[in-house]
């Protein structure tokens, strides 16, 4: 069980900084390259503009995690199946081995073992159907091989699965980079558009996301009861990571993302939830009002699905809210996400 220590906040000025790098990162390069897509001179409708299309990033980010758990899958996988194909041929050789010394001394003593004449046919099958039926070879060697024959078959299975997972994993290989570079794209235009912003507009970035922070180390949860153990020592685990950065593709255990946090405090607990937001989404128990949540219960937040926290308990949400930010409390009604349901694992 992880301590329920609030770990030491890392600088909020920094972490302000960043959360307006991330967020001016997505308004450049989510929309098409066209004069709608302009940042507005308007400062304002600048803010606003980063806002909305930091949600754009925070989905990207879902599906790069999506890959990621694919990719990780398929490599399981393919090494499973290139393991047991190197052991059945480890078994072949042995097999054939056997059935070579047999034949060398039949053909010494002036015959031609049928082992020798079934490798060497274009129809294994049928030669061993007709070697068997006119009696030229023993019960005991006509077993040897069709065990032969069986063992091949399955091997040619194997690489045959092995090949065509590792077709798929190469797909989901070339999928994560491409969905990597763009988010470092992203970041790298996000750079570059906080530096057009003033250093008082910059400031003002900074102290809210400062306030966001302190009304996190203030706030009050009640003291509601958690709806299962499991769902409770989940929770308590979330608790222990307050203070955390926010880094996409991040699963614990000094950085996350949303549905890196939740996935990685329900592992602490012994349960094992999908990786990303959209299909933690369908696990569980579906809880569609806000005032039927326990602490411990997912929050499924967006019309899209792409973000995931806590119930923490009296109307707040425990999330890692959005690049750039800390994992930390929040009001749901404040959080500028809709509520789409939630889940309850038991």
Not at 1 to 6: E, L, N, V
Not at 170 to 178: I, V
Request: hydrophobic share 35%; aromatic share 4%; charged share 25%.
């Amino acid at each position: 069980m992880a301590s329920h220590r609030r770990p030491k906040e890392p600088n909020h000025g920094y972490v302000a900084v960043m959360t307006a790098t991330a967020a001016a990162a997505v308004a450049l390069s989510a929309q098409p390259a066209s004069a709608d897509a302009l940042p507005d001179p308007n400062k304002k409708g600048v803010q606003a503009q980063i806002d909305r299309l930091n949600e754009d990033a925070v989905l990207a980010i879902d599906k790069y995690n999506g890959a990621k758990e694919k990719s990780d899958r398929l490599q399981k996988e393919t090494t499973s199946l290139q393991d047991a194909a190197a052991r059945k041929q480890g078994e072949l050789n042995e097999l054939r081995s056997e059935l070579g010394s047999v034949a060398a001394a039949q053909y010494r003593g002036g015959g031609l073992d049928p082992s020798v004449q079934l490798l060497l046919s274009s129809d294994p099958d049928a030669y061993l159907d007709k070697a068997s039926q006119l009696g030229r070879m023993g019960d005991r060697q006509a077993g040897r091989l069709r065990q032969f024959q069986s063992q091949q078959r399955a091997l040619n299975q194997q690489r045959t699965e092995a090949a065509a997972k590792l077709q798929d994993l190469e797909a989901t290989r070339k999928e994560l980079e491409s969905r990597k570079g763009e988010i470092q794209d992203k970041l790298a235009e996000a750079r570059r558009l906080l530096n057009t912003l003033s250093a008082e507009e910059r400031s003002k970035i900074a102290a809210e996301e400062e306030r966001a922070n302190r009304a996190s180390a203030r706030v009050d949860l009640g003291k509601e009861a958690s709806a299962s153990q499991r769902a409770d020592a989940a929770f308590q685990a979330a608790k222990g990571r307050v203070g955390m950065p926010y880094v996409w593709g991040a699963s614990g255990p000094s950085s996350f993302d949303c549905s890196g946090l939740t996935s990685w405090a329900f592992r602490q607990a012994g349960v094992s939830i999908p990786r990303t937001s959209q299909e933690q989404a369908n696990v569980g128990t579906r809880i569609n009002s806000l005032s039927e949540l326990k602490p411990g219960d997912l929050i499924i937040m967006r019309t899209d699905l792409s973000h995931v926290g806590f119930y923490a308990g009296n109307g707040q949400i425990l999330h890692a809210p959005k690049p750039g930010a800390q994992v930390r409390y929040e009001s749901i009604a404040r959080s500028g996400m809709p509520f789409m349901w939630g889940v309850r694992i038991s």
